[in-house]
Antibody, heavy 120, light 110 residues
Framework: EVQLLESGGGLVQPGGSLRLSCVAS????????IHWVRQAPGKGLMWVSR????????TYADSVKGRFTISRDNAKNTLYLQMNSLRDEDTAVYYC?????????????WGQGTMVTVSS | QSVLTQPPSVSGTPGQRVTISCSGS????????VNWYQQVPGAAPKLLIY???QRPSGVPDRFSGSKSGTSASLAISGLQSEDEADYHC???????????FGGGTKLTVL
């Protein structure tokens, strides 16, 4: 089955760190850019970051730049998001998402999401 | 605050046609294609329309998309109760070098 499965969410205090994982199966993970998208409770979607197939290119939203790091291990079919210096406003469901094809940001495959709560 | 502007809510009765607008700028919708997602509560978004007007396999032809200049719209005809969901538009932004989304529109089927 073609799927993405996130894990690693939880409750963390402001200023703390968390690492999210996204395991891919059913497709050739190493062929795709992969993105992180988040959704705060009751709010819209917000793009967080992206990484290309060989890790040579990464891009971040301004609100997370310098605090979050995206990476991947193609041998393990796994995407990561290292989140440091977490803030209350980082509280959200975090999704990993795969574009439909190269050169597009139409995400046709999403994980189920993992909840990150930043609170003291 | 989202980069793309959508109405917070729309509503319609079964069988009606509704449209959801998405307004952007020259750096996002004006320069790139628009994608639409459907999201039911508690679930991940689902790709509904890509490249302005293309439907993925399995999406009914009741759903259609269009784009003109710096705006796009999603039309749903023959409204059904299962269409009740949140709808999000998205596009690549050349100046931000990232994907921008609308704030989402909640569709209520009366």
């Amino acid at each position: 089955e073609v799927q993405l499965l996130e894990s690693g969410g939880g409750l963390v205090q402001p200023g703390g760190s968390l690492r999210l994982s996204c395991v891919a199966s059913g497709f050739t993970f190493s062929n795709y850019w992969i993105h992180w998208v988040r959704q705060a409770p009751g709010k819209g979607l917000m793009w967080v970051s992206r990484i290309n197939s060989d890790e040579s290119t990464t891009t971040y939203a301004d609100s997370v730049k310098g605090r979050f790091t995206i990476s991947r291990d193609n041998a393990k079919n796994t995407l990561y998001l290292q989140m440091n210096s977490l803030r209350d406003e980082d509280t959200a469901v975090y999704y990993c998402a795969r574009p439909k094809s190269t050169g597009t940001t139409a995400f046709d495959l999403w994980g189920q999401g993992t909840m990150v709560t930043v609170s003291s | 605050q989202s980069v793309l502007t959508q109405p917070p809510s729309v509503s319609g009765t079964p069988g009606q046609r509704v449209t959801i607008s998405c307004s952007g700028s020259s750096s996002d919708i004006g320069s790139n294609t628009v994608n639409w997602y459907q999201q039911v509560p508690g679930a991940a978004p689902k790709l509904l329309i890509y490249t302005n007007s293309q439907r993925p396999s399995g999406v009914p032809d009741r759903f259609s998309g269009s784009k003109s200049g710096t705006s796009a719209s999603l039309a749903i005809s023959g409204l059904q109760s299962e269409d009740e969901a949140d709808y999000h538009c998205a596009a690549w932004d050349e100046s931000l070098k990232g994907v921008v989304f609308g704030g989402g529109t909640k569709l209520t089927v009366l």
